[in-house]
């Protein structure tokens, strides 16, 4: 394979404007596993299929509707309705009213993240 050649996706990135409340929202209501920081204002969040998540604070706020052209990512779960009621519970913003079936086994919603992050979700029912 040509060295110039793309193999993967190392980690996923994500920008905040308030690290200490992405920081929670990613380790408290995702439940995702801190791996270490990385100074006062980033971390990096250590994902089961040997990738990552990048979170850094400090940046601007913006704002995106579902429709607006952005680069994004889905995180895989076991389940997409336990983790659709557990981001309900945590009082999360959501697009879809609930997980809507792709097909197969395939179970999948869109949600905002405090610094208003449109995340996805694909799961089992």
């Given amino acids: 394979m040509p060295e110039h050649k793309v193999k993967g996706i190392a980690f996923g990135a994500v920008y905040s404007d308030d690290f200490a409340a992405a920081c929670h929202f990613y380790s ?4 995702l596993e801190k791996e270490h920081d990385m100074g ?3 971390c990096f969040f ?6 990552g998540l990048y979170v850094q ?6 704002t995106y509707d579902a429709d607006t052209m952005r680069v994004g990512f889905v ?5 997409a309705a336990a983790t659709w009621d557990r981001l309900a519970r945590a009082g999360v913003r959501f697009v879809q009213r609930g997980p809507m079936h792709m097909g197969g086994d395939d179970y999948w919603f869109q949600f905002y993240d405090p ?3 449109l995340l996805e979700v694909l799961g089992g029912k």
Avoid: M
Wanted: glycine share 18%; proline share 0%; net charge positive.
């Fill in 28 to 31: 408290e209501v995702l439940g």
């Fill in 40 to 42: 006062s204002a980033a």
């Fill in 46 to 51: 250590r994902l089961g299929d040997g990738t």
């Fill in 57 to 62: 604070g400090k940046n601007r706020k913006t």
């Fill in 75 to 79: 995180f895989a779960v076991e389940s």
């Fill in 115 to 117: 610094a208003g992050n």
